[in-house]
């Protein structure tokens, strides 16, 4: 295990509410190293005390009840240095601030603009020999912006093998399980064909607007959000042929089989197989009661112009043997009246019977499995199994370098299609179920 952890944009909302409690995490399950040393560098002029007390309070926001023992003893393990990415020399001073010998493992828990600066700087870094460059969705803005973030990393690691394009999506339990699901001796594997299955849909809908996130998220959208990494990655788990064995190696080559075989439902008429919509102002639900949100382009940081969609969904096949006939519908929200991480399949027939079934012709699994008592909470169980990932040099949690492009490849024509107005922008209120789902 690597036992030296440079996170670069340490003090942003992605290391405070997910890396550094799931780093405490690992702690307290006797998973880290006696030897591990973390650097965090962001862009604040801070010492090592003022980053502590920084991380410690984030725990107190994010982490749950962690042991007494961990809150006292990790921090000392934390250490603080100033980064610029437009300025190698603090990359490269953040790096030599380990002591000892032995790889880095070098965490961007960054905007993703910040990606090819950040990496031409680890680059004139210099890390050891068996370090390793992780880095967080969305890999690239569109096709050709991931092809050379490809060469980017390339060039800098050496090694395909030293590269995580991060997805902590894989590293969730439910979705960790779906291959289990599809054992060859279970229940479900002589109806999982397009024979069977009329239709598979992956949904992530959430109550959350904005969240102090605008700049990065109108810039984004929700495609690049969520659809065209975290659900196109659960569509692959069910779909794809079981691989051989259980390795990593196995199990990336049938997830970019299937990967190769998708595309949008029908590219001459994208109307007809994607849609795309924003929030309107509205009323949210929330721990202290429903609250008013501002229409989606009258948040700061919003440039209307832009056309950002908070919602979107597109219709998949796979043309393959297996899927002659299903539709694989992709579809995730922001700002709605409820919050969802699910995937539904629905059987041409009666379902087999199933723990999880709730109708006669429908199979519902609930994506976000909850955190177990006195222990993570359950969105921090992903990001444990991610860091772990990392430290090892497994990578059952993060997207090889083909299969990112051809993540792309997917929801290219959707996006170009959009671009150039084939599918009008359609609103709906915040607090409400969104626009009605395509027709089938």
Request: hydrophobic share 45%.
């Amino acid at each position: 295990m690597i036992t030296r952890l440079l996170l670069l944009g340490a003090t942003g909302d992605l290391a405070g509410r997910f890396v550094l409690p799931a780093l405490a995490w690992l702690s307290a399950a006797g998973q880290l190293p006696d030897g591990m040393q973390v650097v965090g560098a962001a862009a604040q002029d801070w010492d090592d005390e003022t980053f502590r007390d920084h991380v410690t309070a984030r725990w107190d926001e994010h982490a749950g009840p962690l042991p007494a023992d961990v809150r006292r003893a990790l921090p000392a393990r934390l250490h603080y240095r100033r980064f610029d990415p437009a300025d190698p020399a603090t990359v490269v001073a953040a790096a030599g601030t380990f002591t000892g010998e032995g790889p880095v493992a070098a965490y961007l828990a960054l905007p993703p603009d910040l990606f090819p600066p950040t990496l031409e700087a680890l680059g004139a870094a210099h890390l050891p020999p068996g370090s390793r460059i992780a880095v967080e969705k969305p890999f690239g803005s569109h096709l050709d912006s991931a092809v050379a973030l490809n060469a980017l990393l390339a060039r800098v690691t050496g090694d395909a093998a030293s590269a995580a394009r991060i997805d902590h999506f894989l590293g969730m339990p439910v979705v960790q399980g779906l291959l289990d699901l599809r054992r060859p001796d279970g229940v479900l594997a002589p109806v999982w064909d397009g024979t069977h299955l009329a239709q598979v849909d992956v949904v992530w809908e959430e109550t959350l607007g904005l969240e102090g996130r605008a700049d990065f998220y109108d810039r984004t959208g929700a495609v690049r959000d969520v659809l065209q990494n975290h659900l196109l990655q659960v569509l692959v788990l069910l779909a794809l042929e079981l691989p051989a064995s259980g390795s990593d190696d196995d199990l990336h080559a049938a997830k970019l089989d299937l990967l190769r075989s998708l595309r949008v439902d029908s590219p001459a008429d994208l109307a007809a197989s994607s849609r795309r919509a924003r929030y309107t102002a509205g009323t949210l639900p929330g721990p202290d009661g429903d609250r008013p949100v501002p229409d989606y382009t009258a948040e700061d940081g919003v440039d209307p112009a832009r056309g950002t969609e908070t919602h979107a969904e597109v219709v998949l096949r796979a043309d393959t043997p297996r899927w002659a006939g299903t539709r694989f519908v992709l579809r995730t929200g922001k700002a709605l009246g409820a919050q969802r991480k699910r995937v539904t399949v629905h059987f041409r027939t009666a379902a087999p019977e199933c723990d999880q079934r709730v109708a006669p012709d429908r199979l519902e699994i609930d994506l976000e499995a909850p955190g177990r008592p006195g222990g993570a909470p359950g969105e921090l169980t992903a990001y444990r199994e991610v860091l772990t990932d990392v430290l090892t040099g497994r990578s059952r949690t993060s997207v090889g370098r083909e299969e990112a492009e051809q993540a792309w490849r997917v929801v290219q024509p959707v996006l170009d299609g959009w671009a150039a107005g084939e599918v009008p922008l359609l609103e709906y209120p915040a607090g409400s179920a969104g626009p009605p789902p395509l027709a089938v």
